[in-house]
């Protein structure tokens, strides 16, 4: 049976001109007002970023509704997927507000999976975010350019950010009429705001309030930005969509597997669709590195990655954990860590002072955070024989391995242009890590094919 959502619908995607134009602080900003008026609001991030989303999920939950920021990313799937996620969030929700990635027509090749290419594939209404701190009718060739660039792409209107006085905001209205782009606003510079920007998603500590800061974001954007004139220019016809027929494990015999997850502060890098996929291969019991004293018993343990560099002395103190941890693996326990959770499971982990703490001794390397460097970019993973398939991800860190030992890679691993990257896909014994984080939304039986492995390893 086909699912069809035909109905007017509010929708829009906020994008810029380039990175740091203040995206994301506009769209947890309007996230939360839309969410304060008592809207169901549906946040979406396009690419791969794990941190914006989780940030999303805190500005759209208000008032006992619990929200769940979703990223659409063309590379990592396909265009089908991509709409089938949209259109499975959106359907429950009034308002869907998808944050843009750097600018509007930068993607992975050209404007391959940028922002510009998810809006029309949507149909999506884009509203530039433009930091005006240091023009003023210049923006109108701006704004024009990017009206008319690509005829599918619909600009419909603008918020100038980083706006001086009510004065300024005068000229860049009037020539963003001139550019055929309907003005909705500006947010005026503020000192505290842009402290928050530059922290809100690097402060990882608990005690950092992160709700007050979202609501004093909000609460600064919504005086001088048009949100009612915003939702009207945002309705859009929702088309139909054909149901989902990816393949999805369900029955007795996935619910007899358990699959622990770490997920606390220093390991929360974890695609909600990921975790979907892994319920249909099980129970899904999630655990603390930082804070347990006990294992569970898992049929898989999946170690994500996130901050463990932040939390290494705490991470380093929790030594049962951190045995149990090891003792699992080496007595052939399946096993999947990405980033942190490949840190985690080194001899050794030094942060930017020069302090090295022991980790779980599971794989013959240590990582370092002194001479940071950063590790970007999409990548194509191959496995060899056991999975043909090609999953698809990308690599965010600035650590690196200072010592590498005895270790394979069991795949080949290119960049979007397929050209050989350093990065690998270990493998100990059924200990499977990597810096890449991989999507498996349409390679549903990825986690499966781990526990295979590990089951034909132990027979």
């Given at each position: 049976?086909?699912?069809?959502?035909?109905?007017?619908?509010?929708a829009?995607?906020?994008?810029?001109?380039?990175?740091?134009?203040?995206?994301?602080t506009?769209?947890?900003?309007?996230?939360?007002?839309?969410?304060?008026?008592?809207?169901?609001v549906?946040?979406?991030?396009c690419?791969?970023?794990?941190?914006?989303?989780?940030?999303h999920?805190?500005?759209?939950?208000?008032g006992?509704?619990?929200?769940?920021?979703?990223n659409?990313?063309?590379?990592?799937?396909?265009?089908?997927?991509?709409?089938?996620l949209?259109f499975?969030?959106?359907?429950?929700?009034?308002?869907?507000?998808?944050?843009?990635v750097?600018?509007?027509f930068?993607?992975?090749?050209?404007?391959?999976?940028?922002s510009?290419?998810?809006?029309?594939?949507?149909?999506?209404?884009?509203?530039?975010?433009?930091?005006?701190?240091s023009?003023a009718?210049?923006a109108?060739?701006?704004?024009h350019?990017?009206?008319?660039?690509?005829?599918?792409?619909?600009?419909?209107?603008v918020?100038?950010?980083?706006?001086?006085?009510?004065?300024?905001?005068?000229?860049?209205?009037?020539?963003?009429r001139?550019?055929?782009?309907?003005?909705?606003?500006?947010?005026?510079?503020?000192?505290?705001?842009?402290?928050?920007?530059?922290h809100?998603?690097?402060?990882?500590?608990?005690?950092?309030?992160?709700?007050?800061?979202?609501?004093?974001?909000?609460?600064?954007?919504?005086?001088?930005?048009?949100?009612?004139?915003?939702?009207?220019?945002?309705?859009?016809g929702?088309?139909?969509?054909?149901?989902?027929?990816s393949?999805?494990?369900t029955?007795?015999?996935?619910?007899?597997?358990?699959?622990?997850?770490?997920?606390?502060?220093?390991?929360?890098?974890?695609?909600?669709?990921?975790?979907?996929?892994?319920?249909?291969?099980?129970?899904?019991?999630?655990?603390?590195p930082?804070?347990?004293?006990?294992?569970?018993?898992?049929?898989?343990?999946?170690?994500?990655g996130?901050?463990?560099?932040?939390?290494?002395?705490?991470?380093?103190?929790?030594?049962?954990?951190?045995?149990?941890?090891?003792?699992?693996?080496?007595?052939?326990?399946?096993?999947y860590?990405?980033?942190?959770?490949?840190?985690?499971?080194?001899?050794?982990?030094?942060?930017a002072?020069?302090t090295?703490?022991?980790?779980?001794?599971?794989l013959?390397?240590?990582t370092?955070?002194?001479?940071?460097?950063?590790?970007?970019?999409?990548?194509?993973?191959?496995?060899?024989?056991?999975?043909?398939?090609e999953?698809?991800?990308?690599?965010f860190?600035?650590?690196?391995?200072?010592?590498?030992?005895?270790?394979?890679?069991?795949a080949?691993?290119?960049n979007?242009?397929?050209?050989?990257?350093?990065?690998?896909v270990?493998?100990?014994?059924n200990t499977?890590?990597?810096?890449?984080?991989l999507?498996?939304?349409?390679?549903r039986?990825?986690?499966?094919?781990?526990?295979?492995?590990?089951?034909?390893?132990?027979s």
């Amino acid at each position: 049976m086909e699912r069809t959502m035909t109905a007017d619908y509010t929708a829009f995607l906020l994008a810029a001109p380039s990175s740091g134009s203040g995206k994301t602080t506009l769209t947890l900003a309007l996230l939360r007002i839309l969410a304060r008026r008592g809207l169901a609001v549906q946040p979406f991030k396009c690419g791969p970023d794990y941190l914006d989303t989780r940030l999303h999920s805190l500005a759209a939950s208000y008032g006992g509704r619990r929200s769940k920021g979703i990223n659409l990313d063309t590379f990592m799937a396909s265009e089908n997927h991509v709409r089938q996620l949209f259109f499975r969030y959106s359907s429950d929700s009034a308002v869907s507000v998808v944050e843009g990635v750097m600018g509007l027509f930068d993607g992975a090749e050209k404007s391959e999976g940028s922002s510009a290419h998810i809006a029309a594939l949507l149909g999506l209404p884009v509203i530039m975010v433009v930091d005006a701190s240091s023009m003023a009718y210049s923006a109108a060739p701006l704004l024009h350019g990017f009206r008319t660039f690509d005829s599918s792409v619909r600009v419909a209107g603008v918020i100038f950010n980083r706006v001086g006085t009510p004065s300024h905001y005068s000229y860049l209205e009037a020539a963003a009429r001139d550019a055929g782009v309907e003005p909705l606003g500006y947010v005026p510079t503020d000192g505290a705001i842009a402290i928050s920007e530059r922290h809100l998603g690097l402060n990882t500590s608990l005690d950092y309030d992160r709700e007050g800061v979202i609501e004093a974001m909000a609460g600064h954007v919504e005086k001088s930005v048009a949100v009612d004139r915003l939702l009207e220019l945002s309705r859009i016809g929702m088309p139909e969509i054909p149901a989902d027929r990816s393949p999805k494990r369900t029955g007795v015999s996935a619910g007899r597997r358990v699959i622990a997850v770490a997920r606390d502060e220093a390991f929360n890098f974890l695609y909600e669709e990921n975790l979907d996929v892994l319920q249909e291969h099980g129970e899904l019991v999630f655990f603390s590195p930082l804070e347990d004293q006990r294992l569970p018993e898992a049929d898989l343990l999946c170690l994500a990655g996130g901050y463990p560099e932040l939390h290494a002395r705490l991470l380093a103190e929790n030594r049962v954990m951190r045995e149990a941890v090891a003792a699992y693996c080496l007595q052939g326990g399946c096993v999947y860590a990405e980033c942190g959770g490949l840190m985690y499971l080194g001899g050794s982990l030094r942060t930017a002072d020069g302090t090295a703490y022991p980790m779980c001794g599971v794989l013959d390397l240590d990582t370092s955070m002194q001479d940071a460097r950063l590790s970007l970019g999409y990548r194509k993973v191959r496995f060899g024989q056991g999975y043909p398939k090609e999953l698809r991800g990308h690599e965010f860190h600035y650590s690196r391995i200072e010592r590498e030992g005895e270790l394979r890679s069991v795949a080949a691993v290119t960049n979007a242009r397929n050209e050989p990257v350093s990065a690998a896909v270990f493998r100990t014994m059924n200990t499977f890590a990597s810096y890449v984080h991989l999507y498996w939304g349409e390679s549903r039986d990825f986690p499966g094919f781990l526990m295979e492995e590990g089951a034909a390893k132990k027979s």
